[in-house]
C-alpha cells in the first residue's frame, strides 16, 4: 500500500468531527496522485456524498467543461475539498470540522506535490492562504506557495452557476492563467 492509500483507508474511516455520523460516504479526493494540477473544493455536495466523488454534481460538470476549454482532462488532475464529508443541509463547513479536516488536505498536498493549486471558493483560499480576504479581490492571481507551488484562487463553480455567464467568463480567465502557469517549464527544466 502507497502511504497515499494509507492517507485515504485512514480518512475513510475518519471520526474525528461530528460529519461522521451523518455522511454516506467519505469524499477523499479523485484523480492522479501524480498530477501537477490540484483542486480544492469546499465540501461534497448531495451527489458527491452519493457517489464518493467530489464534484459531480452540476458545479462538477462546470469544472468539467472549464477544464476542456483550456484543453485538460478531469482524469489527469486531482480534486479534493477542504472537507471530506458532507455538512447536512450543505451549510457551510465549521471552524471545528475544518481544524478536524485539513490534515488530510495538508498531507493530500504534501504526496501529490502537485505545481499549480486552485482553490475554488472562500473556503479553500481563506484556508490555504491563511487569509480573511475575500475570493473577488484575492482571484486572478498567482501567489507563491508551499512545497513551490503557485496557488491561484477563483470563484467556487457553484457561485458561478448562481451568478451568471460574467462569473463564469471570470473563472474562465483564471483557468487560462492556471494554463500558463502549467505551461511554464518547471524550475530546472528551463
Ligand atoms: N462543491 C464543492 O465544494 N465540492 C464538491 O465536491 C461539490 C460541490
Known amino acids: 500500500m ?3 492509500d494509507q492517507l485515504r483507508a485512514e480518512a475513510e474511516s475518519c471520526t474525528l468531527c461530528p460529519l ?22 469546499e465540501a461534497p ?21 472549464l477544464l476542456a476549454e ?5 482524469d489527469t488532475v486531482y480534486i479534493a475539498n477542504v472537507l471530506k464529508c458532507r455538512p447536512p443541509g450543505n451549510r457551510n463547513p465549521q471552524p471545528v470540522e475544518i481544524d478536524a479536516c485539513k490534515g488530510y488536505l495538508r498531507s493530500q498536498i504534501r504526496l501529490i506535490r502537485p505545481r499549480v493549486v486552485v482553490t475554488l471558493g472562500n473556503f479553500a483560499t481563506k ?3 491563511r487569509t480573511e480576504m475575500g475570493i473577488t479581490r484575492l482571484r486572478g492571481q498567482a501567489f507563491p506557495w508551499w512545497l513551490d507551488a503557485t496557488l491561484v484562487p477563483t470563484f467556487h463553480p457553484a457561485y458561478a452557476l448562481r451568478n451568471g455567464e460574467r462569473a463564469v467568463a471570470t473563472m474562465r480567465q483564471d483557468f487560462e492563467l492556471m494554463r500558463r502557469l502549467l505551461d511554464q517549464a518547471p524550475p530546472g527544466e528551463a
Open 2 to 4: 502507497t502511504e497515499f
Open 20 to 41: 461522521a455520523r451523518t455522511r454516506t460516504n467519505v469524499v477523499f479526493g479523485v484523480g492522479r496522485p501524480d498530477s501537477q494540477l490540484m483542486f480544492v473544493g
Open 45 to 65: 455536495g448531495r451527489d458527491e456524498d452519493l457517489q464518493g466523488e467530489p464534484f459531480v454534481g452540476r458545479a462538477g460538470q462546470l469544472l468539467d467543461r
Open 70 to 74: 483550456v484543453g485538460i482532462s478531469r
Open 127 to 129: 484556508l490555504l492562504l
